[in-house]
């Protein structure tokens, strides 16, 4: 399942799923629009976790439950709790970071 956020509520979706994935972008962000498409193909993948796409301009307390100071973030949330975060524009290093909870 994949979730475009409008809201800053990131944390009412992590709190509701047991698997979350989430990747912080922003509009003016090259590495971002790189890594959406293979964002949203993985989404698609794997159907038991949740997918969020997360504008880090617009969610600030989003932001704060990954400690995102760069962009693109990726961070994966297990049971409502932080997992683990990396900044990257590397495909491998995202599936890396969903293999860790499927």
């Known amino acids: ?6 809201e800053d509520t990131l944390q009412d979706l992590v709190a509701k799923n047991e698997k979350v994935v ?24 794997n159907e038991n976790i949740t997918f969020v796409l997360v504008d880090a301009e617009n969610s600030p307390e989003s ?17 409502g709790k932080l997992l683990n975060e990396t900044q990257t524009n590397k495909a491998e290093v995202l599936a890396e970071l969903v293999n860790e909870i499927k």
Not at 22 to 37: D, E, L, T, V
């Open 63 to 79: 932001r704060k439950l990954a400690n995102v100071s760069n962009l693109p973030t990726f961070a994966t949330f297990v049971n």
């Open 22 to 45: 989430a990747q912080f972008s922003a509009s003016w962000c090259g590495n971002c629009r790189i890594m959406k498409p293979k964002f949203k193909k993985m989404a698609s993948e």
């Open 1 to 6: 399942m994949l979730i475009e956020l409008n």
